[in-house]
């Protein structure tokens, strides 16, 4: 039997409490990933095959993890994900989201598909958010939604490119997270009634309940239901490299290529004017089968050659999981899952308390490295062993 947790620590933790305060299908939506979940397992796992340098004796008094991330100065290489939905995991989740990474110092990524809109994330933090977007079939909408998120103070612009189609998630299937059917409405009800904690301070007291980016302009887009709708008739699947040149040519800030998985695609986006690339599978949601993140890393790296910022995100659930990638050469991670469970089981106060837990593993693992110094984590301080028989308790 799992043990009692006293006091919350690691995202794992966070996963256990969030489990017994969300309805099985918003639990399901966060935790699960396409078809087998095997991309998802092996983004976690895979972390534990890159071994770290300890080097002993050396004057690490001043160890600080501070960066620089598309242009911003953060207080450690790490960035919250966006998170579609994540207005139903806490009341008003977007905003609690943007306000925890304010207090920690590290940036807050809105999502196209986000319950808040941008302008509330804005008006209740006074650091700058990052933009997610999808292509949408609309253009004007696309367009309208750009100039909404330099209007309300957003530099970086994160563009999601792994989503030609909806990955094929089975638990969404299995708990009726996207039906309208009579099964599929009387499944979801009897999964809300067994958490009335959730009752009342979500479904009651964090309305309204629209996508807030979207909800003036996409019709049918105003409820969980009209979510697949929303994404059958508007996500583009038509979208190649020139409609990156388009965008590029519309938003003058910094522009981010997220869901890269190969050389090629990255050195794509650097030729099209993007500033960086997020190395991303989408945790897993997306094509079952494809490498781990962290594993694709280097390629990519390697192709890259310092032209534009690389970031990474999959599987990333502590600081010594920063200090591997960012040591590999990424400019910094992103997590997506480890802030929503945190915030999902314990609000705000959570979620500062495991970004302040990250920052600590990151600075010991900086300490036992022999470093004081982001920039001088480099690649010969970590080494790949595939044979490591490494698996993920998730
Ligand atoms: C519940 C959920 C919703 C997501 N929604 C979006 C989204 O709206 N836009 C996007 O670009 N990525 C989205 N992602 C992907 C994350 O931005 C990120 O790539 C991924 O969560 C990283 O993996 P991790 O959860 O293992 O940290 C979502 C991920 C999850 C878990």
Request: proline letters at 4%; one cysteine or more; hydrophobic letters at 45%.
């Amino acid at each position: 039997m799992a043990r009692k947790i006293v006091r919350p620590v690691t995202p794992l933790d966070y996963r256990r409490l969030a489990e017994k305060r969300l309805p099985r299908f918003l639990f399901d939506y966060i935790d699960g990933g396409a078809n087998d979940e095997f991309t998802l397992r092996a983004n976690a796992g895979d972390f534990g095959r890159f071994r770290l340098k300890q080097s002993v004796m050396r004057d690490v008094s001043d160890v600080n993890a501070e960066a620089q991330l598309s242009g911003q100065a953060v207080r450690m290489p790490l960035v919250l994900a966006p998170v579609g939905l994540a207005g139903m995991m806490a009341r008003r989740g977007e905003v609690l989201g943007a306000s925890a990474a304010e207090t920690a110092g590290v940036p807050f990524t809105t999502s196209t598909v986000g319950i808040c809109s941008m302008e509330e994330v804005r008006a209740a933090t006074n650091a700058p958010f990052w933009f997610q977007l999808y292509m949408l079939r609309d253009r004007d909408l696309v367009l309208s939604l750009l100039e909404r998120a330099e209007a309300a103070g957003c530099r970086t612009l994160v563009f999601t490119v792994d989503l030609a189609v909806a990955g094929m998630r089975h638990r969404d299937v299995r708990n009726g997270m996207l039906t309208k059917s009579r099964a599929g409405r009387l499944a979801k009800a009897r999964q809300v009634l067994a958490r009335p904690r959730w009752i009342l301070d979500v479904a009651m007291k964090g309305k309204p309940h629209t996508f807030g980016n979207l909800s003036q302009a996409v019709s049918g887009a105003n409820d969980l239901d009209g979510f697949k709708a929303f994404i059958d008739s508007q996500f583009d699947p038509s979208v190649t490299w020139k409609d990156i040149e388009w965008l590029r040519s519309r938003w003058k800030g910094n522009l981010l290529i997220k869901g890269v998985m190969t050389a090629e695609d990255a050195l794509s986006a650097a030729d099209c004017g993007a500033d960086g690339v997020v190395v991303s599978n989408h945790g897993g949601r997306q094509l079952d089968g494809v490498a781990s993140s962290i594993s694709t890393l280097p390629a990519v790296l390697n192709a890259i050659d310092k032209r534009i910022e690389v970031y990474m995100d999959g599987g990333v659930r502590s600081g010594v999981d920063v200090v591997r990638a960012v040591a590999l050469g990424a400019r910094g991670v992103l997590i997506g899952r480890p802030w929503v469970w945190a915030m999902a089981a314990c609000g705000e106060r959570g979620l500062v308390d495991l970004l302040k837990v990250f920052e600590q593993e990151i600075h010991v693992a900086m300490a036992l490295m022999g470093v004081n110094r982001i920039a001088d984590l480099t690649p010969d301080m970590v080494d790949y062993q595939p044979g490591w028989p490494v698996s993920y308790p998730g």
